[in-house]
């Protein structure tokens, strides 16, 4: 089977999937996903699509077994289930979590419907319909459906073939398992004989049918060797009322006995069709009414007299009112009996309601016994006696049923004054509107009103008296249908109003079948229709599901599948109305209808019309090339220009003139077309499906001559031919009120079909359309219209000419049908443009030709045919070539090679060749970067939409993925590419800027140019193909220079490593300082967020930098880059500090406590990760400042081994910092206040622990100072977080530790430092006694117990500031000593880097408690939220009076913060692996990804592709953050590398 592509259906909680329809072909592949916010979810797939060799079975589910691309089996998020598609049908899939199969408690449920095989795609369907009983006998079906071949059609679509009734209409079946005797009346023609077929899965079956529907059969496989599909009505919900069969099952429709709530709208039946024969007999007359009814005065007399005498005279309210005395006297009795009044307790607001008799009997109603003795029996103070007691409490009963009767006789007047109306409604149309057949006088045969009921045993109409008899078993509800009503709600069954209230557009000849919720139900009807649809599907080749809307959908679904089992590749075609597009595709996906009848009559004026055509007639021109997602989609249409049931005839209801451009326009949508036998002959009325018994002429009878015969068979022909050769986009021009032009497109050619039609709703004016014998109108006034490319030839043109000799057309009274024969049609096929009479053709500049109209009247078509180009189809080859699309056989040779060459030029050497550092200016680069770069002028704008946010092909390229997936023609983004070459030339010629990537600017610039020579509406599908493609390599290549764990992890991994090549670029204003004579010149450095943070002296932040360097720059193998910062950051350490602000170096500013402990956790980190990692100690450093009072030199500084700037760090650590900031003041920090640039650190020497900071500064990652002066916070740090900080104490650990064991090995040349014991007095700390004391202090100074009593005993005279237990302090002994026990996310940092420290029990717990209270959607909150400061709401630029808040002072008192919500998850999967054995890991791992689907999530949406710095709060966005932030992507990035490796080891 030919391999047709996968496409992917994304899976996601969703309570509409049922009316969304997702459509496939035999032969392409569907491959399940799962959405963002289910990848944590173990989810669980049904799905009732058979496997390979079994037989369909409808909610039979077979669970889907998911393909894993990952280690992390259920939590995989690129997990997937292929479904090989080879049979058609409809199929069901849901989807639950684990634990649960039900599909009651799914996710989500939802179908696709595969397309039937029938030799010829769906869009090229020509169908034409016959009102079979017209065809005459079988011998005879051969001429007059030839007819249909001969004019062009490859299908036909027949009204049913069996038995029809007394009423000979065309859809009410008399006996559905025998063919109708005037087809074929041979002797033995009702015999039964049995056949043969074969089902889906190649087994044999038997089928008894009668002898004659093996003729009917040799007939259609006739047809079928001569291309002709055929398909018939199936009708499945009524049935003829002379059906010989009701009279035995009288169950098998809705009589008095088995739906006994039709027993009131049969005794209205009754009386208003009494009421009707008396006026019919002129018994009204002195009432006013006259059997002759002619105007709307008549009519209101009628509907008063239903309303005061015949309605009142019925007194249909006793069907649902209560017998008062009866319940009385009952109530009566029980008081009597019960001797005394009723003690139970009253629930309270309850009242009596009147229970309405399932039987549906006068007076038969009734009200809750219980309830009434509660109520009414009660004491009564005035009774003198038990027996006046009692009559009180009657009386106060009789009182309350009476008006409780009065209430719903109310209720039913409203009811029978809706009937009123709608009975009136009838009489209007069908004795005085103009569009109705006017009887005039009432009569048997005409009267006033329709029955809703039959009696199909012969008998006459009950009286009262027998409604409730068995005689009511064999009165039968009509079937009819019911205007905006609710398709999935039986208009028949006990909740509906509909007889009653007279509601019914009723069908008199037919019964409403009964099946029943199940086949046990009805049996014997469901193996009767069992058996009719079987024979049926074994005869034809589709289905018209007639009437589908009413047609209880569980039995259209069952007898559907019956009809599969018999031929799998079945049409469905089906008449649906339900009011909306879901609705219509819950009925498509149900029972996998494929097609919906649409219907181009329905268009009140031209306008209409041309939307009818774009909106079933295919994609728009240029769609965007189809990307490998399955997308919801409409029901496909097979669309009529006009149905057998629609009145009164197109001739009349327009003009003879209009056939021919309504046809035109309906053969050149793309998708399936249709019409009814008599449209193309001209027959100028309705050919009615019930009192229309001629025959329909033969082909031997007519020619290709009559009416537009000849017409039809060039549309046809062209109908088919453009969807076989795929013509499958659209477009359509109104041009002027009655023109319209439509034009079909080929993408792969770009070749196109045009047709323009003058409509003609109306008879034009004389003179307006020709005659014969002068074909000159001198009608002129179309404009000129224009096209890109050149037309090759007029494939047609044709117009109707009314001829000279006229006859007044008379409708025949024999056989076969007649026509109209007033017009002949004048056409020319295949002319040359210079042979046209109505258009003629001028070349303008750019590749422009005008078509200039003349002699183009109403009822006029011209279709041509438009070649792209020389130029333009060259250039066509060699993209489609380049995208490795398929080029067709005329398409050049050359230029196909010259695609071919450009994209594997592309693909193996460009590419190639670009670095990662390439790959930053190529894909990203924000608009203050471009600056940067001195040569660029800033990211691209978009008139009508904005800035893209890179100035790199990912900034156009997330606009264009969203453009492209709902197909989005009018987003401004097309309005610009197709307005000029702007946007090409700005993406290839900044790249020609930089060396590196100038090979790729040149190869893009030669591909762009291409698209300079394509009409101009053509370069939005492929630009975007273009961009498309170049984008998946680049980061394809990017994942293959990352190593492993990038190019083969998953898709989530992937994201977040490419922030790798997000923050890391080459910037003039933020260079790495040269940290050795041989270092390389231009090297990358890392942006600590964009756009804010992207050059200049806030570019590289230490912390930032090597928060993240491990995720960023060690993951993705990019060893060298993560060196060259390592080392350019040591070359500028002073004070023993690494710069918090890099400043290239000499700019440096010192003012952090926090980064060198970070910086020498990733020298530990490196030199776990990197291959002989350790050497980076030796290397050499070039010292920037050779003492802290040195200016700097970055050129002749002395050099030193990393190791020793190492210890340098932990020396001065260990003397104690103690300087102010150089240039302290306004100019170094505006907010700051002249304290806080004093800058301390130290260690202290009882617990090990280092310290520093004031209550005048920040020195650690929350540093936020105040700036608002109207608040009072400006100089104030908002998080001053001084004294010994949990983080910088685990990291202080982390590196004691290392360097300890480095030590011990001989690869560290320090064994320790030494501490000052007074002025003089020095004495050695050792790092095994340092880590030691580490250990020790940790959890006594910073755990803090869940017991109170053990925590006050702890805190001592501090055990006042404690708020939460079970957490860990996030400072030990800050200035402001409450501010120890604030609960913030910090702790998690110590666990993962130096887990060692910390009790496992209290870890858990801690970290239990800070997911339970700081975690949200992305982020964790940077605070307790019950703390009186804790504020989630970050607005920076916002100043106000309020302290907490003004100017951002809440930065970190709040919102949350990304990169920390990784170190909690990193914590918990540290901690779970050895707590308790290790119980809790595999849950862990899935709340890992539990969190981390919603920044999946926010990755494929985001059009920066990053994780923003922080959220506000619950994850709402924060305007005033960077929305990508390097630490944040770095940081879970880790999160998945510690999975990683977590899956290993488990």
């Given amino acids: 089977?030919?391999?047709?592509?996968?496409?992917?259906?994304?899976?996601?909680?969703?309570?509409?999937?049922?009316?969304?329809?997702?459509?496939?072909?035999?032969?392409?592949?569907?491959?399940?996903?799962?959405?963002?916010?289910?990848?944590?979810?173990?989810?669980?797939?049904?799905?009732?699509?058979?496997?390979?060799?079994?037989?369909?079975?409808?909610?039979?589910?077979?669970?889907?077994?998911?393909?894993?691309?990952?280690?992390?089996?259920?939590?995989?998020?690129?997990?997937?289930?292929?479904?090989?598609?080879?049979?058609?049908?409809?199929?069901?899939?849901?989807?639950?979590?684990?634990?649960?199969?039900?599909?009651?408690?799914?996710?989500?449920?939802?179908?696709?419907?595969?397309?039937?095989?029938?030799h010829r795609p769906l869009d090229s369907i020509t169908c034409q319909t016959y009102i079979t009983k017209l065809l005459g006998p079988l011998s005879e079906w051969k001429d007059r459906l030839s007819v249909a071949k001969e004019t062009g059609y490859n299908m036909i679509h027949l009204?049913?073939?069996?038995?029809?009734?007394?009423?000979?209409?065309?859809?009410?079946?008399?006996?559905?398992?025998?063919?109708?005797?005037?087809?074929?009346?041979?002797?033995?023609?009702?015999?039964?004989?049995?056949?043969?077929?074969?089902?889906?899965?190649?087994?044999?079956?038997?089928?008894?049918?009668?002898?004659?529907?093996?003729?009917?059969?040799?007939?259609?496989?006739?047809?079928?060797?001569?291309?002709?599909?055929?398909?018939?009505?199936?009708?499945?919900?009524?049935?003829?009322?002379?059906?010989?069969?009701?009279?035995?099952?009288?169950?098998?429709?809705?009589?008095?006995?088995?739906?006994?709530?039709?027993?009131?709208?049969?005794?209205?039946?009754?009386?208003?069709?009494?009421?009707?024969?008396?006026?019919?007999?002129?018994?009204?007359?002195?009432?006013?009414?006259?059997?002759?009814?002619?105007?709307?005065?008549?009519?209101?007399?009628?509907?008063?007299?239903?309303?005061?005498?015949?309605?009142?005279?019925?007194?249909?309210?006793?069907?649902?009112?209560?017998?008062?005395?009866?319940?009385?006297?009952?109530?009566?009795?029980?008081?009597?009996?019960?001797?005394?009044?009723?003690?139970?307790?009253?629930?309270?607001?309850?009242?009596?309601?009147?229970?309405?008799?399932?039987?549906?009997?006068?007076?038969?109603?009734?009200?809750?016994?219980?309830?009434?003795?509660?109520?009414?029996?009660?004491?009564?103070?005035?009774?003198?006696?038990?027996?006046?007691?009692?009559?009180?409490?009657?009386?106060?009963?009789?009182s309350t049923l009476e008006n409780l009767n009065a209430e719903v006789k109310r209720k039913v007047e409203g009811q029978l004054q809706r009937a009123a109306e709608s009975l009136a409604g009838h009489v209007r149309y069908h004795f005085c509107d103009d569009r109705g057949p006017k009887w005039g006088k009432v009569t048997k045969e005409h009267p006033l009103f329709p029955r809703y009921f039959t009696v199909v045993d012969g008998g006459s109409d009950l009286v009262w008296s027998e409604i409730e008899s068995p005689k009511g078993q064999f009165v039968l509800a009509h079937n009819g249908w019911v205007m905006n009503a609710d398709p999935l709600n039986n208009f028949a069954g006990p909740k509906s109003q509909v007889y009653f209230q007279r509601e019914l557009n009723v069908w008199g000849d037919s019964v409403k079948l009964r099946y029943g919720e199940e086949p046990g139900d009805n049996l014997w009807l469901w193996e009767h229709m069992v058996r009719y649809t079987r024979i049926t599907a074994w005869l034809f080749q589709g289905f018209r599901l007639d009437n589908c809307h009413n047609t209880p959908i569980m039995v259209a679904e069952k007898l559907l599948d019956v009809a599969r089992s018999v031929n799998s590749d079945l049409y469905v075609m089906a008449e649906l109305f339900t009011g909306s597009e879901g609705m219509d595709n819950y009925f498509v996906n149900r029972l996998g209808i494929h097609s919906l009848v649409r219907e181009s009559m329905l268009a009140p004026i031209p306008f209409e019309l041309g939307r009818l055509v774009y909106l079933y007639g295919g994609s728009p021109v240029a769609s965007f090339l189809s990307p490998p997602t399955l997308r919801p989609s409409t029901a496909h249409a097979i669309f009529y220009d006009v149905t057998h049931d629609n009145e009164p005839g197109h001739i009349l209801t327009r003009s003879v003139y209009d056939a021919l451009p309504n046809a035109a326009l309906v053969n050149i949508a793309s998708c399936a077309s249709a019409t009814t036998r008599g449209y193309d002959e001209l027959v100028p009325?309705?050919?009615?499906?019930?009192?229309?018994?001629?025959?329909?002429?033969?082909?031997?009878?007519?020619?290709?001559?009559?009416?537009?015969?000849?017409?039809?068979?060039?549309?046809?022909?062209?109908?088919?031919?453009?969807?076989?050769?795929?013509?499958?986009?659209?477009?359509v021009d109104q041009v002027t009120e009655n023109v319209v032009a439509v034009t079909r497109h080929r993408p792969a050619t770009h070749e196109s079909v045009i047709i323009i039609a003058f409509t003609a709703f109306h008879t034009p004016p004389e003179g307006q359309y020709p005659k014969e014998g002068n074909l000159k109108t001198g009608v002129s006034n179309t404009p000129n219209l224009t096209v890109s490319g050149t037309v090759d030839k007029i494939i047609f043109e044709a117009r109707m000419v009314e001829k000279t000799s006229q006859t007044q057309f008379q409708k025949g009274t024999k056989s076969p049908i007649n026509f109209l024969t007033n017009h002949k049609l004048y056409l020319k096929e295949n002319i040359p443009v210079s042979q046209s009479e109505m258009c003629c053709f001028d070349k303008k500049d750019g590749n422009v030709q005008e078509i200039k109209l003349f002699e183009f009247c109403p009822g006029s078509v011209i279709a041509f045919k438009v070649t792209p180009y020389a130029e333009a189809l060259d250039a066509t080859t060699k993209i489609r070539s380049f995208l490795g699309l398929s080029c067709p056989l005329k398409m050049t040779i050359s230029a196909q090679q010259e695609g071919r060459t450009l994209r594997e030029k592309l693909e193996k050497y460009t590419v190639p060749k670009l670095t990662l550092t390439d790959m930053n200016y190529a894909l990203y680069q924000c608009d203050a970067e471009e600056k940067d770069d001195g040569k660029g002028g800033g990211v691209y704008h978009i008139p009508g939409y904005g800035d893209l946010v890179y100035c790199g092909i990912q900034g156009i390229y997330s606009v264009l993925e969203g453009i492209r997936n709902q197909n989005d023609l009018g987003h401004p983004v097309c309005d610009n590419l197709r307005a000029g070459d702007w946007m090409a030339e700005y993406t290839a010629n900044r790249l020609k800027l930089r060396q590196g990537t100038k090979e790729l600017g040149v190869l893009l610039s030669d591909v762009f140019s291409l698209l300079s020579a394509l009409p101009r509406y053509l370069v939005p599908t492929y630009f975007e193909s273009i961009i498309t493609r170049v984008h998946k390599l680049l980061l394809g290549e990017s994942y293959k220079k990352m190593g492993k764990f990038v190019s083969e992890g998953s898709s989530l991994v992937k994201l977040l490593a490419m922030g790798s090549v997000q923050f890391m670029g080459v910037r003039k204003s933020a260079p790495l300082p040269p940290y050795s004579p041989t270092a390389p010149k231009q090297v990358a450095s890392m942006s600590a967020g964009l756009p804010h943070f992207s050059t200049g002296s806030m570019r590289c932040w230490g912390r930032d930098t090597f928060i993240a360097i491990k995720g960023l720059l060690l993951t993705t193998k990019r060893f060298e880059e993560a060196r060259n910062t390592i080392l350019s950051f040591g070359s500028s350490i002073r004070h023993g500090l690494v710069p918090n602000l890099l400043g290239g170096g000499l700019g440096a500013r010192f003012n952090c406590r926090d980064a060198a402990w970070w910086w020498m956790q990733s020298i530990q980190d490196y030199t776990l990760m990197v291959p002989n990692g350790v050497d980076i100690l030796q290397a050499p450093v070039r010292k920037i400042f050779a003492d802290d009072d040195d200016r700097g030199n970055v050129k002749d500084g002395i050099t030193v081994p990393l190791s020793e700037l190492i210890q340098e760090v932990l020396q001065r650590h260990a003397d104690g910092i103690s300087f102010r900031e150089r240039g302290a003041g306004p100019d170094l920090d505006y907010d700051m206040s002249p304290p806080g640039f004093n800058v301390t650190a130290g260690i202290d020497r009882k617990t090990g622990f280092p310290f520093g900071g004031s209550p005048n500064n920040c020195g650690t990652w929350m540093d936020k100072m105040g700036g608002s002066s109207w608040a009072g916070n400006k100089g104030v740090p908002a998080t001053p977080r001084d004294g010994s900080a949990v983080e910088i104490v685990g990291l202080c650990k982390s590196a004691v530790r290392w360097l300890s064991q480095l030590a011990s090995r001989g690869i560290y040349p320090y064994n320790g430092v030494t501490v000052r014991l007074g002025e003089d007095r020095r004495q050695p700390l050792s790092f095994v006694e340092w880590n030691r004391l580490l250990q020790k202090s940790f959890e006594e100074k910073f755990w803090v117990p869940e017991d109170p009593t053990e925590g006050n005993l702890k805190e001592g005279d501090e055990a006042g500031y404690i708020h939460r237990r079970g957490i860990y302090?996030?400072?030990?002994?800050?200035?402001?000593?409450?501010?120890?026990?604030?609960?913030?996310?910090?702790?998690?940092?110590a666990i993962v880097v130096a887990p060692e420290l910390f009790d496992l029990e209290h870890a858990w717990k801690a970290l239990q408690n800070a997911e339970d209270i700081l975690l949200g959607p992305l982020g964790i909150a940077t605070?307790?939220?019950?703390?009186?400061?804790?504020?989630?709401?970050?607005?920076?630029?916002?100043?106000?009076?309020?302290?907490?808040?003004?100017?951002?002072?809440?930065?970190?008192?709040?919102?949350?913060?990304?990169?920390?919500?990784?170190?909690?998850?990193?914590?918990?999967?540290?901690?779970?692996?050895?707590?308790?054995?290790?119980?809790?890991?595999?849950?862990?791992?899935?709340?890992?990804?539990?969190?981390?689907?919603?920044?999946?999530?926010?990755?494929?949406?985001?059009?920066?592709?990053?994780?923003?710095?922080?959220?506000?709060?619950?994850?709402?966005?924060?305007?005033?953050?960077?929305?990508?932030?390097?630490?944040?992507m770095a940081c879970f990035l880790d999160v998945l590398y510690d999975v990683s490796k977590v899956a290993l080891k488990n």
């Fill in 1 to 118: 089977m030919e391999d047709k592509g996968v496409f992917t259906l994304q899976l996601a909680p969703s309570k509409d999937l049922e009316y969304k329809l997702f459509k496939l072909k035999i032969g392409q592949t569907l491959s399940f996903t799962l959405a963002p916010e289910l990848v944590s979810e173990e989810v669980i797939l049904f799905c009732d699509y058979p496997p390979h060799g079994k037989q369909y079975r409808r909610e039979t589910y077979t669970e889907l077994t998911w393909q894993y691309t990952g280690s992390q089996v259920h939590l995989d998020p690129d997990r997937h289930v292929e479904l090989k598609i080879n049979r058609a049908g409809t199929f069901e899939f849901y989807f639950t979590r684990k634990g649960s199969s039900s599909k009651s408690s799914s996710l989500g449920k939802g179908f696709f419907v595969v397309e039937p095989q029938l």
């Fill in 159 to 398: 009204t049913p073939v069996q038995e029809l009734g007394g009423s000979n209409s065309a859809y009410s079946i008399r006996e559905q398992l025998r063919l109708d005797p005037r087809y074929l009346n041979l002797p033995g023609s009702s015999k039964t004989v049995t056949v043969s077929y074969t089902d889906a899965t190649g087994a044999k079956h038997s089928l008894d049918v009668s002898a004659s529907f093996v003729e009917l059969k040799k007939v259609i496989d006739d047809l079928n060797k001569r291309g002709i599909t055929v398909i018939t009505d199936v009708v499945w919900n009524h049935t003829s009322n002379d059906s010989p069969w009701l009279k035995d099952h009288p169950d098998s429709g809705y009589n008095l006995t088995n739906s006994p709530h039709l027993r009131p709208a049969y005794a209205l039946d009754v009386a208003i069709m009494q009421f009707s024969q008396e006026v019919a007999d002129g018994k009204w007359g002195n009432a006013g009414i006259s059997p002759f009814v002619s105007c709307e005065n008549d009519v209101k007399i009628v509907q008063t007299r239903l309303l005061d005498t015949v309605f009142p005279k019925a007194k249909l309210w006793e069907y649902f009112c209560v017998d008062v005395k009866a319940i009385v006297d009952k109530f009566r009795h029980s008081v009597y009996k019960k001797q005394g009044p009723t003690q139970e307790a009253l629930e309270q607001g309850k009242s009596l309601q009147i229970i309405q008799d399932v039987q549906y009997r006068r007076f038969g109603s009734y009200v809750d016994a219980n309830l009434t003795m509660q109520l009414y029996n009660v004491e009564h103070p005035c009774a003198v006696c038990f027996e006046e007691r009692i009559e009180r409490c009657c009386l106060e009963l009789a």
């Fill in 685 to 731: 009325h309705k050919i009615d499906v019930v009192s229309e018994n001629r025959l329909y002429a033969k082909w031997s009878e007519i020619s290709l001559e009559v009416g537009i015969l000849k017409a039809k068979l060039a549309l046809n022909k062209l109908h088919e031919q453009l969807a076989e050769e795929g013509y499958c986009e659209i477009f």
């Fill in 1369 to 1389: 302090k996030d400072c030990f002994k800050a200035s402001q000593r409450f501010t120890d026990f604030q609960l913030r996310p910090n702790f998690p940092i």
């Fill in 1423 to 1528: 605070l307790d939220p019950k703390d009186w400061a804790y504020n989630g709401f970050y607005k920076n630029a916002l100043d106000s009076g309020d302290f907490k808040t003004a100017k951002g002072f809440n930065y970190h008192q709040g919102p949350e913060w990304l990169w920390v919500a990784a170190y909690l998850i990193r914590a918990k999967l540290t901690v779970a692996e050895s707590y308790k054995k290790g119980q809790y890991l595999k849950e862990t791992v899935t709340t890992v990804y539990k969190i981390m689907s919603n920044h999946l999530k926010l990755l494929v949406s985001s059009p920066w592709r990053s994780l923003p710095e922080l959220t506000n709060q619950n994850g709402a966005e924060c305007q005033d953050g960077c929305p990508a932030q390097a630490w944040s």
